[in-house]
Nanobody
Framework: QLQIVESGGGLVQSGGSLRLSCATSGFTLEYYTIHWFRQAPGKEREGVSCMRISDGRTKYTESVKGRFTMARINGRNTVYLQMDSLKPEDTAVYYC?????????WGQGTQVTVSS
């Protein structure tokens, strides 16, 4: 059974840090790309970062470069998003997406709220 569970969200002050986890089961992650998306109230879902598991290559949207870092321990089924220097504009529901064209799978999301 394929499962994706995000965790680690919460309320943090501006400048603080959170680490989100995307725990997966039923996937051979080496065949997939893992994406983090976020959706703020009243806004469209946007891509935040992604990691191609086969070689660990990562990409980040411009607004989070230098502040967010994706990581995975080789062989483990969990991918992390370390978020530092958080800003109020980072407030959103964060979703993990496991993608191998043409299939994609979503987690339920985890709320991140950054207070000013």
């Amino acid at each position: 059974q394929l499962q994706i569970v995000e965790s680690g969200g919460g309320l943090v002050q501006s400048g603080g840090s959170l680490r989100l986890s995307c725990a997966t089961s039923g996937f051979t992650l080496e065949y997939y790309t893992i994406h983090w998306f976020r959706q703020a109230p009243g806004k469209e879902r946007e891509g935040v970062s992604c990691m191609r598991i086969s070689d660990g290559r990562t990409k980040y949207t411009e607004s989070v470069k230098g502040r967010f870092t994706m990581a995975r321990i080789n062989g483990r089924n969990t991918v992390y998003l370390q978020m530092d220097s958080l800003k109020p504009e980072d407030t959103a529901v964060y979703y993990c997406n496991v993608n191998r064209y043409p299939n994609e799978y979503w987690g339920q999301g985890t709320q991140v709220t950054v207070s000013s």
